[in-house]
């Protein structure tokens, strides 16, 4: 199988960071590795969080596959 070159940005509203890139077997991969991303920056850059910044990932050619967000899922305003 050929891998694809995936690259992964930490994106605000407005300015990108590139947060590096890989080879990869597919989108399934990728969603993966955005994933562990998010995690990783949760705990070593605490203060992004509630600032709308996200993790999107692109293909070498630009295109948009997948996009994470950094702010964890909250529950609806009846939650305890």
């Known amino acids: 199988m050929l891998m694809r070159r995936y690259h992964f940005d930490l994106v605000d509203t407005d ?10 077997d597919d989108d399934k ?5 955005a ?3 998010v995690q990783e920056v949760r705990v070593t850059r ?6 709308g910044y996200k993790i999107v990932v692109r293909t070498e050619n ?3 596959v997948w ?8 529950s609806g305003p009846d939650s305890p």
Do not use: W
């Open 35 to 37: 994933l562990q991303l």
């Open 46 to 51: 605490p203060e992004l969080i509630g600032h």
């Open 62 to 64: 630009g295109g948009e």
């Open 67 to 74: 996009c994470a967000a950094i702010d964890p899922l909250t």
């Open 15 to 24: 300015s990108v960071t590139g947060a590096g890139g890989a080879l990869l």
């Open 29 to 33: 991969q990728a969603r993966k590795v």
